[in-house]
């Protein structure tokens, strides 16, 4: 079974464009010249991050993993 996850979305017009990044992960930001259009990239900057930090992960070796769970 698939873990599922929430991020925090942020949006932000700014002049004809509109920015958009993930509150809990930095550098996962985008934009777009639509709302759609950023929460589009967004989205996928965000898979991106996440497969690239797994494998990055996978290839540490002899590494010890575990999941953690905060209360806000």
Request: proline share 1%.
């Amino acid at each position: 079974m698939a873990l599922k996850q929430q991020f925090t979305a942020v949006y932000k017009k700014q002049g004809k464009w509109y920015l958009g990044w993930i509150e809990e992960i930095p550098g996962v930001n985008t934009q777009g010249r639509t709302l759609k259009e950023t929460k589009e990239n967004l989205r996928d900057a965000l898979i991106l991050i996440l497969e690239t930090n797994r494998l990055l992960s996978r290839s540490a070796g002899r590494a010890t993993r575990e999941l953690i769970t905060i209360s806000n």
